[in-house]
């Protein structure tokens, strides 16, 4: 890069070589291309392109093409110089030969073997001291000595003072450059002062308007060199930002779910993205970067589309279905697919649409997403009206309470207990519903999970009228050491006892019907495991195990485990179900994965009795 002062910042000489063109992608919309803003943006363009092909900076092609100029400038003196003392014009040709001679040997070997004088100087702004001395510095020196040498003759060399000038203005700092302009002034001056009496004022003023000349030379190379580094850092910044750009565009694609094929007027798919390849079916397609749609039968609906669509110049917001027809001879069942279509530029009378860009997604995933936004949605509703409910139900339930004390007859004494069973199930059902509703998450507190664990297992055993020991139904292992996890305790209980209602519901009810475990799994996660004796869940219903509303008893709310779910995940906890192999007697296990925390020191934990 061409430097105008030693403080010049260098290009970024590392993002030469790595070109977008080097690294492929099959999810790049055509070739990058800066936008047509003018000609700049697309000389910026076609530099970037250049620069990334070539892999070198402005200072190290320019200082290539100088020494390969000043090799065919040696021998072409040289060849003149062996048909001028052929001759035998003048007298001291002898004199001059030697120093062509030795200049183009000097220029061929520099030439020849760059790696005589090194590379570049690392920081990309300026010649190595021995490159000036053995190009610009002989330069100067040997055409100031023909010059000298020559005075008066027939051949003048004063010209070729132009050619170091102008290397010093292009790879040079000004300061430098101008003392090379300053050096030849002193070689002309000197070689106008030889002249004789008659000729010297001719002469002086030939020498000065030459010598005017190499500085204005060394100033517009100047300027020259200086502009185009601008333009290159400028078009290495724009090559940079493009190839960010096509790296996000890649994984961004990459990641989608939804199907992307960009295709041309001519139904060739250009790019697609994995998730697309998936839904057109075709193996064959995967490792194809272009391929046409009207090749396979199974694509005829989406070739239509396309058609129809550059003919049409628009397509629904929502988008259309189309369905891809079934293929027995590929295995390929018929697949809905919802189909939008959009325009990579925008259409008006000029011009005409080249690509166009199609989202595919399966029906089945539109369907859900909608059901996903309409059960969003029920849910706020029915988080409000959870809301409003709580007072009356309370008053009613007081209200209950005291017609009970004056409840006289079998006939009264029955009615108040449906009441109190059905109000106290209705305060269940609000309570969960209002337990997932958007909030406030509460911090996570280190809690000692074992202790936790201990507690909520014996309280429970005995409200379920459970008795604790070897022969009782829930069988507890907890490790001996404080587990401390990242969760709240009242949540962690409201887990811990739904899955063990759930466990106690479907299990046998004989001794160690239920298994309770905890263990740690290493230094970041804990793991607590509620096994049953039950029959294995189908898998029809285990899908559907942690979904809202769903439930396989006629009285349950189906949101037990989708709360137990919402719980966990607030704490950056998760949990899961897993059907334990034939065999074992624990058929069913679900599993509660924590994260690790550290405890304060002195922080007790409970034990349950054995």
Known sequence: MAARSASAAPPASGDAGDDLDAHPSRFDLGEWRATDDGPDSRFLARQARRIASTGQSALHRLYGAFVAARAALGVVLLGTEVLVASFGARAHSGTVLALCAAYAAATLVLWLVPEVLGGIAPNGTRLRRRQWFATIGLDLVVFSALHLV??????????????????????????QALGVAAAGTLGLLTGAALESAAEAPLALTQAGLASAGLFVVVLLAGELAARLEREERSARGSLALARQQARLNRLVLEEMQEGVLVVDRRGRVRAANPAARALLGDPQASGAQVFELASDPHWAPLAESVERAFAEGRWPEAGRDVTLPADPAM????????????????????????????????????????????????????????????????????????????????????????????????????????????????????????????????????????????????????????????????????????????????????????????????????????????????????????????????????????????????????????????????????????????????????????
């Open 331 to 610: 295995a390929r069942p018929s697949t809905p697919l919802r189909l939008r279509v959009r325009f990579t530029r925008r259409r008006d009378r000029q011009s005409r649409e080249d690509l166009c860009v199609l989202f595919l997604e399966t029906l089945r995933t539109v369907q859900a997403r909608v059901r996903q936004e309409k059960l969003a949605a029920m849910g706020r509703v029915s988080a409000g009206i959870a809301h409003e409910i709580r007072n009356p139900l309370a008053a009613i339930i007081q209200a209950n309470a005291l017609l009970a004390e004056d409840a006289e007859t079998p006939q009264e004494r029955q009615l108040t207990r449906m009441v109190a069973e059905n109000a106290e199930r209705l305060k269940r059902i609000v309570d969960d519903v209002m337990e997932v509703a958007p909030g406030r998450v509460r911090d996570p507190a280190a809690l000692d999970a074992a202790a936790q664990v201990a507690g909520i297992c014996a309280d429970w055993a005995r409200t379920a009228g459970l008795r604790l020991g070897a022969d009782s139904a829930v069988k507890v292992d907890l490790p001996e050491q404080a587990l401390g996890v990242a969760f709240d305790g009242e949540h962690l209980r409201r887990v811990l006892v739904n899955l063990l209602d759930n466990a106690l519901r479907h299990g046998s009810g004989s001794p160690g019907a239920v298994l309770v475990r905890l263990a740690a799994v290493d230094e970041a996660r804990a793991m607590l495991s509620v096994r049953s004796d039950g029959a294995g869940i189908p898998p029809d219903i285990e899908r559907f195990l942690f979904e809202p509303f769903f439930s396989s008893r006629s009285r349950g709310t189906g949101l037990g485990l989708y709360i137990c779910r919402e719980l966990c995940e607030r704490y950056g906890a998760s949990i899961d179900y897993r059907a334990v192999p034939a065999g074992e007697r624990h058929r069913n296990e679900f599993l509660v994965t924590m994260r690790r925390t550290a405890l304060a020191e002195g922080e007790s934990r409970l034990r349950l009795a054995s």
């Open 150 to 175: 020559t005075s008066g003759g027939t051949l003048n060399y004063s010209a070729l003072l132009v050619f170091p000038a102008l290397m010093a203005g292009v790879l040079t700092p000004r300061l």
